[in-house]
């Protein structure tokens, strides 16, 4: 969703407005606070009620149910009087019919991330991944998936490129998932929305981040292992 182009937003001698510029069936001005009017100039390009609540955390210090609460009550506003553009988002489809059958009929899938896996790149629930069908080129090292393992779809980083097959894990995982072969993967992942902005796998720090994860996951692993141990420890001294 967007703020339509019949509307501007308008700030002058301390005021906020969202100006309505007479092209619409509603022809006057809102008047906001400085949050309303932050949520509505989020607005200002294409932008998910998700993205607005992350871009909002990221500027306010603000728990989510807050600022949830904020985002919806500001765009409802804003949709009453036709100054919201929807935008159907093809993830309602691909949940509804599956995503082999999704991915028959379309090249590209925008979704948000579930689970926590794959931290510390893509929060549950925060942000939304965008994702590519796999052709029939092999996948390279590094690369984010999207397959079918076991009736579950998963979204997880190949680690190790195999004559047969792919050795994949979670960026937030510790055991390696063996055995997924190209006919398994659907989709590779091409770039993600977090905290509202659009990022590409092909930019710089992201492939840096990527080898460099991987390439530390031995120290990870230990560290991992000790503090679920110590938690454990804790636990039963009855300190957690």
Same mark, same amino acid.
């Given at each position: 969703?967007?703020?339509?182009?019949?509307?501007?937003?308008?700030?002058?001698?301390?005021?906020?407005?969202?100006?309505?510029?007479?092209?619409?069936?509603?022809?006057?001005?809102?008047?906001?606070?400085?949050?309303?009017?932050?949520?509505?100039?989020?607005?200002?390009?294409?932008?998910?009620?998700?993205?607005?609540?992350?871009?909002?955390?990221?500027?306010?210090?603000?728990?989510?149910?807050?600022?949830?609460?904020?985002?919806?009550?500001?765009?409802?506003?804003?949709?009453?009087?036709?100054?919201?553009?929807?935008?159907?988002?093809?993830?309602?489809?691909?949940?509804?019919?599956?995503?082999?059958?999704?991915?028959?009929?379309?090249?590209?899938?925008?979704?948000?991330?579930?689970?926590?896996?794959?931290?510390?790149?893509?929060?549950?629930?925060?942000?939304?991944?965008?994702?590519?069908?796999?052709?029939?080129?092999?996948?390279?090292?590094?690369?984010?998936? %999207?397959?079918? $393992?076991?009736?579950?779809? *998963?979204?997880?980083? #190949?680690?190790? +490129? /195999?004559?047969?097959?792919?050795?994949? =894990?979670?960026?937030?995982?510790?055991?390696?998932?063996?055995?997924?072969?190209?006919?398994?993967?659907?989709?590779?992942?091409?770039?993600?929305?977090?905290?509202?902005?659009?990022?590409?796998?092909?930019? %710089?720090?992201? $492939?840096?981040?990527?080898? *460099?994860?991987?390439? #530390?996951?031995? +120290? /990870?692993?230990?560290?991992?292992?000790? =503090?679920?141990?110590?938690?454990?420890?804790?636990?039963?001294?009855?300190?957690?």
């Amino acid at each position: 969703m967007r703020l339509s182009k019949d509307f501007i937003t308008h700030s002058a001698g301390g005021e906020n407005y969202v100006v309505s510029t007479g092209n619409s069936s509603f022809n006057g001005m809102i008047k906001q606070n400085d949050t309303a009017f932050f949520i509505t100039s989020c607005l200002k390009e294409e932008i998910t009620e998700d993205g607005i609540v992350s871009k909002m955390l990221e500027t306010y210090d603000v728990d989510e149910d807050t600022a949830r609460q904020a985002v919806k009550d500001v765009v409802e506003s804003l949709r009453s009087v036709g100054a919201i553009v929807e935008k159907k988002e093809p993830v309602k489809k691909a949940v509804k019919m599956g995503y082999e059958e999704y991915f028959e009929d379309n090249e590209h899938f925008t979704g948000r991330f579930r689970g926590v896996s794959m931290m510390p790149l893509l929060r549950q629930k925060k942000d939304v991944f965008i994702a590519r069908r796999k052709g029939s080129e092999r996948c390279q090292k590094y690369d984010v998936v %999207l397959y079918r $393992r076991n009736g579950r779809y *998963i979204l997880h980083r #190949i680690v190790e +490129v /195999r004559p047969n097959d792919y050795v994949i =894990r979670g960026d937030n995982c510790l055991a390696n998932e063996y055995g997924i072969t190209d006919g398994d993967i659907l989709a590779v992942m091409t770039g993600f929305i977090r905290g509202g902005r659009e990022h590409s796998t092909d930019e %710089l720090w992201y $492939r840096a981040y990527s080898r *460099i994860h991987c390439a #530390i996951f031995p +120290v /990870r692993k230990i560290y991992m292992k000790l =503090r679920r141990l110590g938690g454990r420890v804790l636990r039963r001294l009855g300190l957690r």
